[in-house]
Structure formats: C-alpha cells, structure tokens
C-alpha cells in the first residue's frame, strides 16, 4: 500500500503526540497503523518502532516484546545503528529481551543473555545483578535433594517427640533422656542441612557471577 508523504508525516506526528508513558494508547496506535508506519522512513520507523516495543514491555505483554526485540536487533545489525536517542541501542535491547525471558520464568535464556551482554559491556553492573537472580532461580537438582534431606530429618524429629510424648515415660523411662537429645539432634541437623544448603547456593552463584565478570573485563582488557 503506498502512503503519500503528507500522510507519512501525519501518521508520525500522531503517534509522537501520544504521552510517552500512556504505554496502552501506543500500542494501540501502532497495531492499528502498522502498514502506515512501516512505510515511513527508516528513521522514523526505527523511532516509533523502538518505543512500540519499549511499551509491550512496560505494559508487561512479553511475548510479543520478545518478537519485536528480534525484529529491531536484525535491523539494528543490518543498518549499522550505533546509538539512538543518545543511548546504545543494541544494548538496550538485549539487556530488556533478557528481562523479558527473567519475567516469563525462562531463567536458562535469560542468562545466556546476560552473560553475552557482560561479555560485550563487563562494566554492566545491572547485567551482573539480573545475571545472578537468574542463577539464584535455576535450582540444581542437588538443591533439591538438600531441601528433601531437610524434611526427612524434621518428620524423624516429630516421630522421636511424639514416640517420648507417648511411650517412652511408660514404658522406657531410662530412654527419655536420649530420646529427647536425639530429638534436639534432628532439629539442629535439619535446619543446618537447609541453611547451610541455601547459603551454597546463593555463594556459588555469586561466585559465578563474579568470575564471569572477571573474566569479561580481562578478555576486554587484553584486545
């Protein structure tokens, strides 16, 4: 379909009047005129693009976020574009298609993201905090099996307490004792075997993080 270029213009003065924060009002605007703007030039189109896609994520619709990052990160390769609107826009992009994956649980593509962001920007500090929050989340299954552990301890627990409740001040009183230590024993054991399980967990992912970035800022170093 060919626009002519007063109606080009016109298409992009309405969709540069809406409030930049009505994120709803833009998506709306773009979906219902997206022939018009694909018609527009490529600067143009590249702006009204860009901001289309920055509200999908404001406004929480992901997916579609996740499609839009694609398209505008081949363009961005494609014609060369270092900067736009005084920031780096391919960083950007990357950085908010990493959060979209973080918000939809896609923990696994999230950091791979981030680590390619890392790589690219080592001084990224935000990068390195959402790369560690999508590590903390991707339990191992060695985790799991320590949280498994922990319950295990805690019901052998509650049977030695009701066993000393019940039946041992009848008919083994000499046991009491024991039984109540080993009762104590099971409770340590089983909130050291979750803390200190919790806590490996959070330190090895923070060291992760940190060789990761290490590693980044020296391979930048070294080119």
């Not at 680590?115 to 990224?124: A, F, G, L, T």
């Not at 000393?164 to 009762?183: D, G, K, S, T």
């Amino acid at each position: 379909m060919y626009f002519l270029p007063a109606e080009r213009l016109r298409l992009y003065r309405n969709f540069k009047s809406i409030e930049v924060n009505d994120f709803h009002g833009l998506i709306r605007f773009y979906e219902q005129n997206e022939d018009g703007i694909r018609a527009l030039d490529f600067d143009e189109y590249l702006d009204c693009t860009s901001t289309y896609t920055n509200a999908l994520f404001e406004s929480g619709n992901y997916g579609k976020h996740l499609v839009m990052c694609d398209h505008l990160l081949e363009l961005v390769i494609m014609q060369n574009v270092d900067y736009w609107g005084g920031e780096d826009l391919y960083h950007r992009l990357l950085f908010k298609k990493s959060a979209s994956l973080y918000h939809l649980q896609e923990f696994g593509k999230s950091e791979r993201i981030l680590r390619e962001i890392i790589k690219i920007y080592p001084h990224d500090h935000l990068a390195a905090l959402y790369l560690n929050k999508a590590l903390l989340l991707q339990k191992p299954s060695w985790l799991f099996r320590t949280r498994a552990a922990t319950v295990a301890f805690a019901l052998i627990a509650v049977l030695v307490i009701a066993l000393e409740i019940l039946a041992v001040p009848q008919f083994f009183p000499n046991l009491l004792l024991p039984m109540q230590i080993a009762h104590n024993l099971l409770i340590g054991l089983s909130l050291a075997t979750l803390s200190v399980g919790e806590a490996w967990h959070v330190l090895r992912c923070r060291l992760k993080t940190l060789s990761w970035v290490r590693q980044a800022r020296s391979r930048k170093l070294s080119i």
